[in-house]
């Protein structure tokens, strides 16, 4: 629809037929939306769980990389669920305002609005305007919502492909026998700044020099060459014509609060989801209970038991037995292993086990990892054999300990499981307070 359509004058559609300038689009929209929206809101989860068992079985220059990844595609994702979403609530006002306006074609009859005073008439009937207008701008705003959204969602297609192709170098390199470590993603990042940098030197060039710039000349030259190769890599405002569109008619200022807002919410969810758990954060006020947060004390959390903690994969997986009531003589717990943390620990604290590759050299890496998690059953060590094992429910190697607990007496036991911080023991602070599991016997 152009805006000069408005300048049209009212009353001049049929009200049997949709109006002369609707957006010729608008049934497409409607059938994508409808068509996707639902396909869509499956995929966050299958999202989580493939990137966070990524995570959770890499080791940390990939897993760094991976939640980055995951990042940026859950925003593209949530931006479209959002779109398509507010796009079929807007697409079913204007459907609405068309039907009922071809049930009423006389419009709204204010004069038979008897209980409303003349000036909150007056008020009503200019903002409302006429039904044609009012029917126009719900059509509008839908097609704005829609294209603008999908624009926001492409904003994140850069950083995936640069990502992603960052992940398959590391990747690539570690497979052939890098040494891995913190300097690997400084090279990648350093790699990424040497090749930015000279866009934003361009860029600043430009703008600065860029009409002054005299056909023909050197300059002239290295500018287009410059802005043609980055193009090609996809460092242009033409990589996304809709925002483009949308920001050069209703101006940048909008254009950059919208998206500085729908960024900011679109993090703050996907922040929620990796922290919420980890962190305690939740709705509700429940200052006579103890903190619902990883490692507090008193407190029976779902993520520590298999028969309550459901199928949707943690960023972070806990420690977890299989219910709160122990039933058999040995209590089963399962320690997911992630490579960035509990590698790191074994490293700094028995670096001699990963090296030893003799037939022994796998019971004493369990050895060293037991040493690690110092489990505990009411504050006494337990000392069991650690074995290597798999979550068949997420495909999460980890380890397994299986506990006799029959000489326990009847009631609440609690079980404790150190995380790995890659440190000595230490006196107890906010860094080392051990995962706590209460069960009954």
Not at 17 to 24: D, F, N, S, V, Y
Not at 217 to 242: D, K, M, V
Not at 358 to 366: A, E, F, I, S
Not at 380 to 397: C, I, K, M, N, S
């Amino acid at each position: 629809m152009h805006q000069s359509d408005a300048a049209a004058a009212p009353g001049t559609d049929d009200p049997q037929q949709l109006p002369k300038r609707t957006t010729p689009t608008w049934d497409m929209e409607l059938l994508i939306s409808g068509a996707t929206v639902f396909g869509l809101l499956q995929l966050p989860a299958v999202v989580d769980r493939v990137m966070f068992n990524m995570n959770n079985g890499s080791a940390v220059e990939i897993g760094a990389l991976v939640i980055a990844l995951w990042v940026y595609v859950k925003f593209a994702l949530l931006t479209l669920i959002a779109t398509f979403i507010a796009h079929l609530a807007l697409r079913g006002h204007w459907v609405a305002l068309v039907g009922l306006n071809s049930v009423y074609p006389e419009g709204i009859r204010w004069d038979k609005l008897r209980r409303m005073g003349p000036y909150y008439t007056d008020t009503s009937r200019e903002r409302c305007g006429d039904m044609s207008e009012l029917i126009e701008r719900a059509d509008n705003l839908a097609s704005r919502v829609f294209g603008v959204g999908f624009g926001m969602a492409a904003l994140m297609l850069m950083p995936i492909v640069i990502v992603g192709l960052g992940t398959g170098l590391v990747w690539g390199y570690l497979a052939l026998g890098g040494p891995g470590g913190d300097a690997t993603l400084y090279v990648l990042m350093g790699g990424f700044l040497l090749m930015y940098l000279p866009f934003a030197v361009l860029v600043a060039w430009d703008r600065r020099r860029g009409k002054r710039a005299s056909e023909g000349t050197r300059e002239q030259r290295w500018l287009r060459r410059g802005f043609r190769f980055y193009a090609a890599l996809g460092f242009s405002r033409s990589s996304n014509p809709l925002l483009l569109l949308f920001g050069s008619n209703e101006g940048g200022r909008l254009t950059g609060w919208l998206v500085g807002i729908t960024m900011a919410l679109m993090m703050a969810v996907v922040s929620y989801q990796a922290f919420a758990a980890r962190v305690g954060w939740g709705f509700g006020d429940y200052p006579g209970l103890p903190d619902d947060r990883a490692m507090s004390s008193n407190t029976l959390l779902p993520m520590h038991y298999a028969s309550q903690r459901g199928d949707a994969v943690i960023l972070v997986p806990p420690p977890f037995i299989p219910d709160p009531v122990v039933r058999g003589p040995y209590l089963r717990v399962f320690i997911p292993y992630l490579p960035s943390r509990h590698t790191l620990a074994m490293q700094r604290r028995c670096p001699e086990a990963l090296a030893q590759d003799d037939p022994q050299g796998d019971r004493v890496r369990l050895a060293c990892l037991s040493a690690i998690l110092d489990l505990r059953i009411d504050g006494q060590p337990v000392a069991v054999p650690l074995d290597a094992a798999e979550d068949p429910q997420t495909g999460q190697r980890g380890l397994l300990a299986m506990i006799p607990v029959s000489a326990l007496a009847a009631g609440r036991h609690e079980l404790t499981v150190m995380p790995p911080t890659g440190k000595e023991r230490a006196p107890v602070d906010a860094d080392t307070r051990p995962y706590r599991i209460p069960f009954w016997r």
